[in-house]
């Protein structure tokens, strides 16, 4: 899940509603409300929903969301939902003027609020710097989401040591599907289960990690929360399924390759 801080004062990140003359205002109201939705009502819509289906959450929240929006923040930690680092806001690495120190702020932070220090990272909009993996392995990241090049984790060498590249959704992202590709929402129910059905044959040889990549601006909406829903209870209802968080999945395929080399 990601929660992200868009600064009202600044042009938004991404943008659904245009304007007639295609002027990109600042500030941007109908797209910061957009964005705002997702917070004001998207996260307590998603709190209940994964409440009810006991499903494991990662919250991939800027670190700036916990003094900017404490009351959202603090319902994420007593969800037990488990923080990964996803920057101070939602800027770009190759847009960030000290990424190191923004790493270690962004750290330090979600450790001091959740009393437990990320060792999962998403960069926000998926963005590095040549940099990036040899500055997270230093501060103590173990399993890296922005390289998404494989159904199942791959070791990465940094010169701090190894980290994972970890799958993540990218076609079957909601903004992928819903802000580049202009989808119906019930195209998210359909993907999924098209998706299933080819990993299911090839469980026989080697497990597969399906990711849920998520807005709460996107993907809470009514009228594409419906899919949702249909989707996660299609997932528990199989018996080769599991639900797992981000590093829960490092921590099972660190385990594995142990087993395998032993």
């Known amino acids: 899940m990601n929660v992200e801080y868009w600064p009202f004062d ?17 500030p941007d109201v109908p797209n910061f409300c957009w964005y705002e939705y997702g917070l004001r009502v998207g996260i307590p819509r998603l709190l209940n929903l994964f409440d009810s289906m006991k499903l494991p959450v990662s919250a991939a929240m800027n670190a700036a969301v916990i003094d900017v929006y404490p009351s959202v923040a603090e319902a994420i930690r007593n969800a037990h939902w488990q923080f990964i680092g996803h920057g101070m806001v939602q800027k770009s690495f190759d847009r960030v003027e000290n990424p190191t120190e923004v790493i270690h702020q962004t750290l330090n932070k979600l450790e001091a609020f959740s009393g437990h220090r990320p060792r999962s990272w998403l960069g926000p909009g998926l963005g590095e710097t040549l940099d990036t993996p040899d500055q997270l392995a230093a501060a103590g990241v173990e399993y890296i989401y922005e390289w998404s090049l494989d159904d199942l984790p791959e070791q990465m060498n940094t010169t701090s040591g190894t980290v994972f590249a970890m799958p993540y959704a990218i076609e079957l992202n909601d903004v992928t599907l819903f802000c580049i590709e202009k989808k119906e929402p019930r195209v998210y129910h359909e993907s999924f289960r098209d998706a299933v059905e080819v990993f299911e ?13 998520l807005h709460p601006h996107i993907m809470a909406q009514p009228q594409r929360f419906l899919y949702l829903r249909r989707t996660l209870d299609m997932l528990q209802r199989r018996p080769d399924t599991i639900f797992m968080t981000c590093d829960e999945i490092g921590d099972w395929y660190k385990s594995q390759i142990k087993q395998v080399v032993a």
Do not use: C, D, V
């Not at 600044?10 to 600042?26: D, K």
């Open 201 to 213: 044959p090839e469980l026989k040889l080697q497990p597969h990690i399906l990711t849920l990549a």
């Open 10 to 26: 600044q042009p938004m990140n991404r943008t659904l509603f245009q304007r007639p003359n295609g002027a990109n205002p600042s």
